[in-house]
């Protein structure tokens, strides 16, 4: 066990050490390469010719590797969020805690996935994909003929089912600006700005979403929020961007819809800077059953099924046609912050959950519908 661990911090140490936000995912290509080609996988690069609007500009690329024929493809992203100007990609370890840039999201994930390759010489398929922090060019360029797909995220060991979707806008708001002491005579464009979220919050539709996979009922973040000079300024421009989620069974085309409603009232400027509608799959997959089985051997205790909060690259394997699962070590929640972190024993039981999943997995040969059942 404490030669796995050394190997798991040597891998992340050089994952994180290795800055990948979204359009230098290249910067890993050669050490991947190299260190799956030692393990017996043919690696190649692979354009990604889909951006998205949200896609900066770059040229960009997944690298696929593969050792013998499988019809299971595992997908983690390379790119990591941006941090601030200054932001440390150096791997930091506190006891069982590993810190660092990416290191949850998804870099940690990686590292057990390399330990259970290099443990394991079962036939095998792997995508690092790109651009998956911003527009999704990676997966939505992925074009293997393959029927399975695992991606890797931090779930908590949650076997992931369902994907919310999403409604993200820009909205900006005019006012009437006048002396601060007489607020009265102008018209506060920060206010407006707060009004129209809260319209937006206690709208029916939007904050009584529920589905039996989601626990958190908070659908809503403001992600910015400008305007104003200081208190003696009634400000008379502000601007915000605002992402609100969309539950499986309702409709993101909805939320939009209402959000350009609500905006017409406040006379206010939108812009839908994206919009993805909420995915869920039958619960009762050969993969979903697979990662049951192997938290099973492995003593990994899963919460089960579950339903995820954010996108993630198996939306758009989904809308390939492909079964996709999301499933990984750590907690989404502290992903994107400067306290990101991830349990080192958590990802030494991803590895054993990966290696199990890989030993026991059989290409399919059956009927057309593979989309449940025992093998």
Known sequence: ME???????????????????????????????????????????????????????????????????????????????????????????????????????????????????????????????????????????????????????????????????????SVSFTGKSAHGSVPDKGDNAIEKALAFVDALRTHPYIAHQRHPLFRSRQLMTIGRLVGGHDVMLVPDRSSLNLDIRVLPGYSAARVREIVSEVANRFKANLVVDDEAEPTEIPHDTLLTKALQDACERTGVATPGLVGYPSWTDAVNYIQKGMTSVVFGAGDLSVAHTEREHVSITDLLRLADVLKEVIQSWKPFEGPTDRSAGPR
């Open 3 to 169: 030669g796995t661990r050394a190997q798991l911090i040597v891998l992340l140490e050089t994952l994180i050490r290795t800055a990948t936000p979204t359009g230098q995912e290249k910067n890993l290509f050669p050490f991947l390469s190299q260190f799956l080609e030692s393990r017996g996988f043919k690696v190649d690069v692979v354009p990604a010719a889909e951006v998205h609007p949200l896609t900066p500009p770059g040229e960009y690329a997944n690298l696929v590797a593969r050792r013998g024929e499988t019809d299971l493809l595992i997908s983690a992203h390379l790119d990591t969020y941006p941090g601030d100007e200054g932001c440390s990609y150096e791997l930091k370890v506190d006891g069982d805690c590993a810190f660092g840039r990416g290191v949850v999201d998804v870099k940690g994930q990686i590292a057990a996935l390399l330990v259970a390759v290099s443990q394991t010489d079962a036939p095998c398929l792997l995508g690092f994909v790109c651009d998956e922090e911003k527009g999704g060019a990676g997966s939505r360029s992925f074009d293997l003929n393959v029927p399975w797909a695992l991606v890797l995220e931090p779930t908590e060991f949650g076997i992931v089912v369902a994907h919310a979707g999403a409604v993200e806008v």
